[in-house]
C-alpha cells in the first residue's frame, strides 16, 4: 500500500510559484510514485481544476471546512483497487458533525474519513487526512477526535492518518496521536530528520517536522518513509515537501 500525503498551499506565490505553476510538478511527483491513496492539504477551487486530470484514475473525497473558507483535506483512492464503502467529514471541534471552529483554533479544521474495500482482498482500510492548527490545547483535544472515531473501527482494523500536523516530534500534540497511533517515521526512520516545510527555500531546517503519517490496526507493517525532496530548475511543487509512505498488509 502506498500513501502519498501532500500540503499543496492554498494559494498563488511569486516567483514561478503559483497554483497552474507548481501543478505539473505535484503531477510529475504523482506520476513516479504511483501511489495507491492520496491525502492533500489546503486544497482550493483553483487546486481542483488542476487536479481534476486524476479523475480517470482517482476516486476523491472532499469536503471544504467552511462555506465562506473553501479549503479541504481531500483523499483520492485509485478506483481500480479500492471500491469505497463509507465515507465522511468531520470538524475538529466540539462539535464535530458541523463546520465550525473548535477550542483555541485561528480556523476551522476538518478531517476526511473513507473505509475502502481491496477489491483483490476483499479487507478494509481506513484512511483518515487532516490539517491541524497551531495551539497546543487545540492539537491535543484534535488528535483525541480523532482517535475517538478511529476506536470505533474495532482493535484489528487497519488504519493510517496522514496530513500537515503543525507540530513537532517533541509536542504534546504529537504525543496525543502517539496514545493512539504508531509514527511511520519514528518506526522505521528515527534518524530521518529531513525537514517536511521549505518555504520556497533549500535552506536546511533539520528538524523541522510537521507531517506525519500514523497508523494503527493489525497486520499493517511500514515498510518504507520518505520525504520528497525534488525540485524542478529550482522551483518547488509547494512550500511543504511530499510524503511517501509505503505499508504491507496481512
Known amino acids: ?18 497554483i497552474h505553476e507548481r501543478a505539473p510538478r505535484v ?4 506520476k513516479d510514485y504511483q501511489p495507491d491513496l ?22 476523491h473525497l472532499l469536503t471544504y471546512r467552511y462555506p465562506t473558507n473553501l479549503e479541504g483535506t481531500p483523499i483520492f483512492w485509485r478506483k481500480d483497487l479500492f471500491e469505497l ?16 471552529r473548535g477550542w483555541d483554533a485561528d480556523l476551522p ?9 481491496n477489491q483483490k482482498t476483499g479487507k478494509l482500510f ?7 492548527d497551531g495551539p497546543e490545547w487545540c492539537q491535543r483535544e484534535s488528535a483525541q477526535t480523532i482517535i475517538r472515531r478511529a476506536q470505533t473501527l474495532g482493535n484489528e482494523a487497519q488504519i493510517a492518518c496522514t496530513g500537515d500536523f503543525n507540530f513537532y516530534p517533541d509536542s504534546k500534540g504529537y504525543y496525543a496521536m502517539r496514545s493512539f497511533f504508531e509514527d511511520v517515521r519514528a518506526k522505521i526512520a528515527p534518524d530521518n530528520m529531513q525537514q517536511t516545510t521549505n518555504d ?12 506525519f503519517c500514523f497508523y494503527a490496526g493489525k497486520g499493517i507493517t511500514p515498510v518504507h518513509y520518505e520525504v520528497i525532496t525534488r525540485t524542478y530548475d529550482g522551483k518547488f511543487p509547494s512550500d511543504h515537501y511530499g510524503m511517501f509512505f509505503e505499508f504491507e498488509l496481512s
Open 200 to 211: 520556497y527555500s533549500l535552506k536546511l531546517c533539520p528538524n523541522r517536522i510537521i507531517d
Open 109 to 117: 479544521r476538518i478531517c476526511c474519513y473513507t473505509a475502502l474495500k
Open 1 to 18: 500500500m502506498k500513501i502519498i500525503s501532500f500540503n499543496l498551499r492554498y494559494t498563488d506565490d511569486p516567483n514561478g510559484h503559483s
Open 85 to 100: 464503502v463509507e465515507s465522511q467529514s468531520f470538524w475538529l471541534s466540539e462539535t464535530p458533525a458541523v463546520p465550525s
Open 38 to 59: 492520496i491525502g492533500f492539504q489546503e486544497v482550493t477551487p483553483a487546486w481542483m481544476e488542476e487536479l481534476a486530470v486524476l479523475d480517470d484514475r482517482f476516486g
Open 27 to 30: 503531477l510529475d511527483i504523482l
Open 126 to 132: 481506513h484512511y483518515f487526512n487532516t490539517h491541524f
